[in-house]
């Protein structure tokens, strides 16, 4: 047998220096990530932006320490108040000739202030933008003036002078953002609407979260939730491939959940067969309606369904039940029966004249809205609040950081609830 040699002494001492090297460039690189650059003495911390035109198909957004913000159609200016503090605010310069002009009007006042700003598009901005193209070459924004529509725009102000990029899909830049920034004032303060607590001003959407897991529609979802307060339920409302009514959001999830790999949609008997996750129990007309008579302080509201009638038959108590609806037929149909319908986002936006009278005179009570639609809403939504409409909101965990705590401080009392996919402390109503 060959005897090998021992190891010699400069080679380890060389390698375990190397390895020291090594750590220690490791460790510099992750530092410059997770601190401010350094330059001339000057400390920066970058900001991410992302303009997406409507044909790009993705949510335009921003990135700023710890804060990511995904942004709804429009212009959005971010001001910096300072360096680690920032306001925004987004104006439907596509859909709203008004927030075109309000949008001039607050730029003006931010340029003569020397304000530090960033601004950018997301899907289509342009459209009212005509009016106030002259104004905008005024101030200095060139490009922006001649936006078309679906561009991704961005502008910042960071280096002294107003810096402009067009592209006619998307735009993503890093901006470094000097620490010393920031005029303290605030163009975009924050409005505190008060309102009084309320336990149906809260939905468990899909039946609500059971042990984390979301969107089951499932008795055990209802169960746990209605244990921890919710007395309002969501639930979706399908139909099998032989006309049975059942509760699941879609089949194409409802198969993921399940590992079902028959043909969709599945007939009763399947769909009766299958645990979701293997655990948790689904629900047919018979499951939906035993679980609420053995509940009766509890509420049902639909989504999906679209039959007022039909469903409003089935259900074992037309008294507890609010439907949302996807078309003016459809509510109409439910005022002239007596079914509580909760009108949806698009047939509502559809209306042409005055919306709050067609809602009062079909005796409409509800409105369900994406809590994305909120900025570009706000009027709309005060004369809701004004009727005594009841506004819920979802889409609630859909975007980072905006979750039922983050509409509960932020957003209740404009709009009157929201479907939650979790109970919070702060749903609890004070003794």
Not at 147 to 165: C, D, P, V
Not at 263 to 276: G, N, V, Y
Not at 350 to 372: C, E, P
Request: charged letters at 25%.
């Amino acid at each position: 047998m060959k005897k090998l040699s021992p190891t010699p002494i400069n080679f380890i001492r060389f390698t375990l220096v190397l390895q020291v090297v090594m750590l220690c460039a490791f460790f510099q690189g992750w530092a410059n990530v997770i601190e401010p650059s350094q330059k001339e003495g000057i400390s920066f911390v970058t900001l991410e932006l992302n303009s997406h035109s409507f044909n790009a198909k993705k949510r335009s957004s921003f990135n700023y320490l710890s804060q990511q913000e995904h942004l709804e159609r429009g212009l959005t200016i971010i001001h910096f108040i300072n360096a680690d503090q920032l306001e925004y605010k987004t104006f439907d310069t596509y859909g709203s000739k008004d927030e075109a002009q309000e949008f001039i009007t607050v730029l003006g006042t931010m340029i003569a202030d020397d304000a530090n700003m960033a601004i950018l598009a997301h899907d289509s901005a342009a459209a009212s933008l005509g009016d106030v193209a002259k104004a905008l070459q005024d101030l200095g924004f060139v490009q922006l003036s001649n936006l078309k529509g679906r561009q991704a725009y961005i502008m910042h102000n960071f280096n002294a002078t107003i810096t402009e990029e067009i592209h006619d899909t998307s735009i993503v830049k890093t901006v470094e953002i000097p620490s010393g920034i920031g005029n303290q004032k605030e163009y975009f303060p924050k409005i505190k609407y008060e309102f009084e607590p309320n336990i149906n001003r809260y939905i468990a959407h899909a039946g609500g979260e059971v042990n984390g897991v979301k969107s089951t529609n499932t008795k055990d979802a209802l169960d746990q939730n209605y244990k921890r307060g919710f007395r309002l339920f969501e639930l979706d409302i399908i139909t099998t491939s032989d006309g049975h009514l059942v509760a699941a959001h879609d089949w194409n999830m409802w198969a993921r959940f399940t590992d079902y790999t028959g043909s969709l949609p599945p007939t009763h008997e399947q769909f009766m067969k299958q645990k979701i996750y293997g655990d948790y129990t689904t629900m047919d007309m018979n499951g939906i309606n035993a679980w609420f008579k053995s509940h009766p302080d509890a509420i049902l509201v639909t989504d999906k369904v679209n039959d007022p009638i039909a469903f409003a038959d089935a259900f074992i108590d037309k008294d507890r039940l609010i439907m949302e609806l996807f078309s003016v037929m459809s509510v109409e149909k439910a005022s002239e029966h007596g079914i509580q319908a909760m009108i949806s986002q698009e047939p509502l936006l559809a209306i042409k004249g005055d919306k709050i009278n067609f809602l009062k005179v079909n005796n409409v009570k509800y409105v369900g809205l994406s809590r994305r639609m909120i900025a570009s809403q706000n009027k709309l939504l005060l004369k809701l609040k004004e009727a005594g409409i009841k506004v819920y909101v979802y889409n609630v965990n859909f975007d980072p950081g905006k979750d039922e705590q983050y509409v509960q401080d932020n957003e209740l009392g404009l709009v009157y609830g929201m479907y939650a996919d979790k109970w919070i402390t702060d749903m609890k109503i004070p003794k």
